[in-house]
């Protein structure tokens, strides 16, 4: 079995002229193919269920079979297995080809039920570098994505840069998609957008095969062992946020493309992402380099509060306006501001989009990735991982009790912290979930969570009054109402302050 490790990167057809006149493309002679490619499931996709993908590649006149299993995909690099030889179209000797022998068996007897689900046709011009101490190959790939199932033909423009190892070390494929995101003659920033994109040839045609649309993607639990250490504990972590930072970038960038708004849950998931990523700079700073922490706390910091504008519009066109709608459907006093909401909410949403897609965005992703996977082992805690994540979310949770009885007393701004606070708890507790007992926990979140909604409702409505209060004067009408209508809402909600406070006080920690 080969382990191929490969970084992909989207880019734009505009900065295709300046990519190929980048040096280190231009001193080599680079070799050009036209391949077509068949990617083979079973009706049901069984093998797509088992992230496997089957494909015949036709170059020439030759034809080759090869097998990928799912492996890792995280920031753009991904690692997985890889099976290929010379085939006979429509021959599937899985046996013959792949030398696990439960996959290989596995395929073989699923090969009967194989039908073709989509094929790939396009140029591929690739490069033989030596860059950082390692070889890479670079392929280019320009062309479609077709698939006839279903809804009748598809088609999806494919355009992509892939970047393969086949000697040397990781760190050699970042530094290159780095050089290569400033082209010849290229001062100041990057002109170049190269982003890190996780999702294979198969993914995107499996999409375009089943008429799904681009979806948010939400967390996952982070796989830590107790035998990790606190570094390579963060970097799986982090690495994980990133991923999902990634894919609802990318949903958010081409959703935005389409006819209707996107779906608003692409920012919200970016925004947890980042929280995520910020939570996990403070849980482990202790141990990882000063210089490191500060400045991607202050950079991923940054990037959270440039999205925060458009979620708080996302919250207030689709869910706040339509939830004060009269019941009888009558309009409200306050119709005319879905309109300016939904124009507003637009707006937001295009300027986010427009930060998303700067060259200085991705670069910054290819940069934290690379120090990321570079980052030394530092010296381990006294006690275990497990021994110290029990300590960190019990002090947590002793801070988030106390503050507790004090904020649900005072004003807005104190129950903004302490909703900070019990996010925060509820994002260490999600990074350290591999470390805690699995009931306690799912107890624990269970709580939280309920506690985090309730304080995240209440504080939608402060944010949607601020929103109110900075709109010019003159439009649209119905102001006073709205506003009134949103501080009806908000003190109702208000009551259950006691009730909250008591349940904060006694949420139960993991070891309870």
Known sequence: MAQETELKLRLNADDLPRLLAHPLLQAVRPRRQRLFNTYFDTPGLALMAQRIAVRERRIGRRTLLTVKTAGTSTGGLSQRGEWEGPTTPGVFDFEALVDHPDLARDLAAQAWQLVPVFRTDFHRTTWQLEHGGGRIEVALDQGFIRTGRGRGPQAMALLELELELTQGPVDALLALALELTRPAGATGSPTLWLLPDDRSKAQRGLALFQGQPPHPVRAGEVPLRPDMGPVAAFRQAALQALAQLQANTHGLIDAAQGPLPPDPEFVHQARVALRRLRTGLQLFDAFLPPRFVRRWRRHWKDLHWALAETRNWDVFATELLPALAPPSGEPAPWS?????????????????????????????????TRELLALPEAHRPR???????????????????????????????????????????????????????????????????????????????????????????QRPPGRRALRQALERQLARGLKALPTLEKALVSTPSPWR
Do not use: C, I, M
């Open 336 to 368: 005319g501001w879905t309109a300016w909401a939904a124009a507003q909410r637009q707006t937001a949403t295009g300027q986010v989009v427009a930060r998303l897609g700067t060259p200085d965005h991705a670069r910054a992703v290819l940069r934290f």
């Open 383 to 473: 006690r275990s991982l497990a021994g110290w994540a029990r300590q960190t979310v019990h002090r947590q949770h002793q801070r988030l009790r106390t503050h507790a009885r004090q904020a649900l007393r005072e004003d807005a701004e104190a129950r903004h912290a302490l909703r900070l606070d019990l996010k925060r708890l509820r994002y260490t507790q999600d990074f350290l979930a591999g470390l805690l007992p699995a009931a306690a926990r799912r107890r624990s979140d269970a709580a939280l969570r309920r506690a985090q909604d309730r304080l995240g409702h209440w504080n939608d409505l402060d944010t949607a009054l601020g929103l109110l209060e900075r709109q010019p004067r």
